[in-house]
């Protein structure tokens, strides 16, 4: 079952990203915003030629080479443990449709559309790709510790 939904996530959530990129870029204005739910989040489109928070901007070459290595490693220990726990099958399977949500803008743009504005704090405009990393990331380590715990009472 797991070799059908987990492409299939992969899928949807990639699409959803670029959806949401496609719409922000129509009709919110480049370094434009509008209010989305007011006082929690606006649309914000902004061009991000680096990586999360802006950083080492315009190193295209370096982010395809990090992305082709991370997804690729993703997807061959995603394959290798489709019956591993949910914590770790979850965390990749986000990790490699945020990575490849992203590296596709890169790819087609030479940059990557960000546009969620947190409008309750001082926060880094990002995108659902970025959400999709970040939340698989904090789910690895979850999955990383409980196997660490589960290992260190046999």
Request: hydrophobic share 55%; net charge neutral.
């Amino acid at each position: 079952m797991r070799k059908i939904t987990i492409p299939l996530a992969i899928f949807l959530l990639v699409v959803l990203d670029q959806w949401s990129k496609f719409w922000v870029v129509a009709h919110v204005p480049e370094n434009g915003s509008q209010k989305f739910l007011p006082m929690i989040f606006s649309l914000t489109y902004v061009r991000n030629y680096g990586a999360a928070f802006s950083i080492l901007q315009n190193q295209q070459w370096f982010f395809t080479l990090i992305t082709v290595i991370v997804v690729g490693a993703a997807v061959c220990y995603l394959w290798k443990h489709l019956t591993g726990s949910n914590w770790l099958v979850s965390a990749l399977t986000l990790i490699v449709a945020g990575g490849l949500g992203n590296f596709i803008d890169r790819l087609r743009l030479g940059y990557v559309v960000d546009m969620v504005h947190l409008d309750f704090m001082e926060f880094a405009i990002f995108n659902l790709a970025d959400s999709c990393l970040s939340v698989g990331v904090f789910l690895l380590m979850i999955a990383f510790w409980k196997e660490e715990q589960h290992g260190s009472h046999h």
